[in-house]
């Protein structure tokens, strides 16, 4: 069992800044592939970013592109999501997850998942 423990989150302006740890002390975390989703209230969990086991080939929702970035420090067992201009439509509980295969926007890919951060953008 691969388990998972996000941090950052809070409560920040319109325009403001965050930054969303995920850390794991699995030894192979860097054989997954990385994802973070988002759930706000009454909502399903949405995909918002995913990245590669070797740190290329980033993935994004159009929703956060060019504002969000997601990375991850192998040694560290780490992955981060650097979230930038955000907007009130971005509250929500971030979870991350880890999948060992299959598509990276689906849900049911993922095997693993933290239990979530919440995140608050005020206008």
């Known amino acids: 069992q691969v388990q998972l423990v996000e941090s950052g989150g809070g409560l920040v302006q319109a325009g403001g800044s965050l930054r969303l740890s995920c850390a794991t002390s699995?030894?192979?975390?860097?054989?997954?592939?990385m994802g973070w989703f988002h759930q706000a209230p009454g909502k399903e969990r949405e995909f918002v970013a995913a990245i590669h086991w070797s740190g290329d080939w980033p993935y994004y929702a159009d929703s956060v592109k060019g504002r969000f970035t997601i990375s991850r420090d192998n040694a560290k067992n780490t992955v981060y999501l650097q979230m930038k201009s955000l907007k009130p439509e971005d509250t929500a509980v971030y979870f991350c997850a880890a999948a060992r295969s299959g598509s990276v926007y689906y849900i049911g890919s993922y095997d693993f998942w933290g239990q979530g951060t919440q995140v608050t953008v005020s206008s």
């Open positions: 699995e030894r192979t975390f860097s054989t997954y592939v």
